[in-house]
């Protein structure tokens, strides 16, 4: 679906499990073109004409969802770049939901299989990412992460504007 006022979607990484990710981010995205934080993304392009009722969907899903534990699983070469590969059934699950809540407004982007990960480096020459791969590979050891809700963004040509903070709810115990 076509529209003017794009909106992405994103899952919320604890803040201190998220800090490592975000300061390779600073050091290795291009400047000029690192707008944002390190984030996951869950939907490229959604209609900011349905704001409201996208947000109601989301609410709807966050109240029975728990916070959710996911593994950083491997380091990805995307070719002018880097990223960590980001393996969570839970949020897999919670991803698919969403895909069919938001099936009619959705892409090619977004109805592709979804390949979860936190992008710390692109847009740059091959040789410079094939560089940061090797490195980063030969101190890279699985971690968890906690995915603690969803963050709704505006699009704004480059920077992202937060719209809605939606929170999972605690774990019990």
């Not at 407004?105 to 480096?121: A, E, S």
């Amino acid at each position: 679906m076509k529209t003017r006022q794009p909106l992405i979607l994103t899952a919320r990484i604890n803040e201190s499990d998220l800090e490592p990710f975000d300061r390779l981010r600073r050091e290795h995205f291009p400047p000029e073109r690192n707008f944002l934080r390190a984030h996951l993304t869950m939907c490229h392009r959604l209609p900011g004409e349905y704001l409201e009722r996208i947000i109601e969907i989301l609410e709807q899903k966050a109240m029975t969802q728990a916070q959710i534990q996911a593994e950083v699983k491997c380091l990805r070469h995307l070719g002018a770049g880097v990223a960590f590969m980001i393996d969570s059934p839970d949020l897999e699950k919670v991803h698919a939901s969403l895909k069919s809540a938001f099936s009619t407004w959705l892409g090619g982007q977004d109805m592709q299989k979804w390949r979860p990960h936190i992008t710390v480096h692109n847009k740059v020459s091959r040789p410079t990412a094939d560089t940061l791969y090797e490195t980063l590979s030969r101190g890279f050891k699985p971690a968890t992460v906690t995915v603690e809700g969803m963050d709704l963004w505006r699009y704004m040509n480059g920077p992202w504007e937060r719209e809605k903070r939606i929170d999972f709810r605690k774990q019990s115990g």
